[in-house]
């Protein structure tokens, strides 16, 4: 039971994190703050959400948003299965009367610890973006000319602002979770 109790906040806890990646990726304001090109910008979040053709893109830069599409959706499918593994597993301890209501401190525990670990290696923002695109991307095809429309569409500050912003929704979402878990527990423990 203790495994399934783990496995149950890491669910929460997964699905907590990539609740603000889901929340910033596809806000077309957000991305207004950065470039004053609406036309572009929203094409690039259609072809995101939708798979709908750039048109007006160079190969290059749509080989590239093929990759981030390919990572988003990863992420996205990550999101969503968190959210139905945690509704399930919950749902079982219920049903087996097993449930702890201080899973939702449990689930915070795992996004405070990314948190912080994101926090830390963010400091170095240049140093973190260049190891993420090593990472995920093959050959430097992340890297653009001041000409091309995607290191227009989306400088530096564009990044270290998505991911400020990210941070900021895990952070509120993970106190919402301690407090109803404090609070759910405290009523659990006065009714007894």
Do not use: C
Not at 148 to 162: G, I, R, V, Y
């Amino acid at each position: 039971m203790k495994k399934l109790i783990f496995l149950q906040a890491l669910f929460l806890g997964l699905f907590v994190i990539l609740f603000g990646f889901r929340f910033v990726v596809f806000d077309l304001d957000f991305y207004m703050k950065f470039n004053d090109n609406k036309e572009d910008t929203l094409k690039i979040i259609e072809y995101l959400q939708e798979g709908k053709p750039l048109n007006g893109f160079t190969d290059r830069e749509i080989a590239h948003m093929s990759d981030v599409k390919r990572i988003i959706d990863v992420f996205l499918l990550v999101f969503y299965l968190s959210f139905v593994f945690f509704i399930f597993i919950t749902g079982f301890l219920i049903y087996e009367n097993k449930f702890d209501k201080k899973i939702f401190i449990y689930g915070a525990l795992f996004v405070v610890v990314f948190l912080l670990i994101m926090f830390l290696l963010s400091l170095n923002f240049q140093s973190l973006f260049l190891n993420f695109h090593e990472v995920f991307f093959e050959d430097n095809s992340w890297v653009f000319n001041q000409e091309d429309k995607l290191a227009n569409l989306f400088p530096e500050d564009f990044f270290k602002s998505a991911l400020s912003r990210i941070l900021t929704i895990d952070f509120i979402l993970a106190f919402f979770a301690v407090i109803i878990g404090l609070v759910s527990n405290k009523n659990y423990r006065h009714n007894i």
